[in-house]
T-cell receptor, first 113, second 111 residues
């Protein structure tokens, strides 16, 4: 039982390049989330998906797009990467959202040069 | 959006009990308070969750007063391995339900 799996673990991009961060969970959870964490800071919510087929903006959605491909997978896309997007990105899932535990992946370390 | 408020950092010595208080003045009637622990280079992991009064598990205790506007995470007899960032989390219902993290409390346990 892998839980929440994120790929890749590390990525270096040049300014203006695009990429997609992948996240998959095998716990049959309904809700999925993308957070970013800058050095020494707390987690900030980028986008989330309360259920398959729905997505909503979080605190810091600008510069990102998401796709809830199916119940298992929730991807985060950077269309034109900027140095300000250098961060660690965490994907999380929960069963139904309210008062449910969040299960986190191990993170993707992204550097934009 | 309403967030939780916690002390930025705390230091403690091995073997001591550590209490971390979180303020959540706008907590909704139906919402629980959940605490997470995060080690460097890892995602946060669940520690404990409660609605009111006291909850205890093998790792920690959670104290919640009657007005539920705050909560206190208690870690008994901490060790060096408890050095981590601790987050208090309350969900926010704004359209759909979501979780906004606060700054967390950086606990450093000293030998």
């Amino acid at each position: 039982n892998a839980g929440v799996t994120q790929t890749p673990k590390f990525q270096v991009l040049k300014t203006g390049q695009s990429m997609t961060l992948q996240c998959a969970q095998d716990m049959n959870h309904n809700s999925m989330y993308w957070y970013r964490q800058d050095p020494g800071m707390g987690l900030r919510l980028i986008y989330y998906s309360a259920s398959e087929g729905t997505t909503d903006k979080g605190e810091v959605p600008n510069g990102y797009n998401v796709s809830r491909l199916n119940k298992r997978e929730f991807s985060l896309r950077l269309e034109s990467a900027a140095p300000s997007q250098t961060s660690v990105y965490f994907c999380a899932s929960s069963d139904r959202g309210r008062n449910e535990k969040l299960f986190f992946g191990s993170g993707t370390q992204l550097s934009v040069l | 959006l309403a967030k939780t408020t916690q002390p930025i950092s705390m230091d403690s010595y091995e073997g001591q009990e550590v209490n971390i208080t979180c303020s959540h003045n706008n907590i909704a009637t139906n919402d629980y308070i959940t605490w997470y622990q995060q080690f460097p280079s890892q995602g946060p992991r669940f520690i404990i969750q409660g609605y009111k009064t006291k909850v205890t598990n093998e790792v920690a205790s959670l104290f919640i007063p009657a007005d539920r506007k705050s909560s206190t995470l208690s870690l008994p007899r901490v060790s060096l391995s408890d050095t981590a960032v601790y987050y208090c989390l309350v969900g926010i219902l704004s359209g759909t339900y979501k979780y906004i993290f606060g700054t967390g409390t950086r606990l450093k346990v000293l030998a």
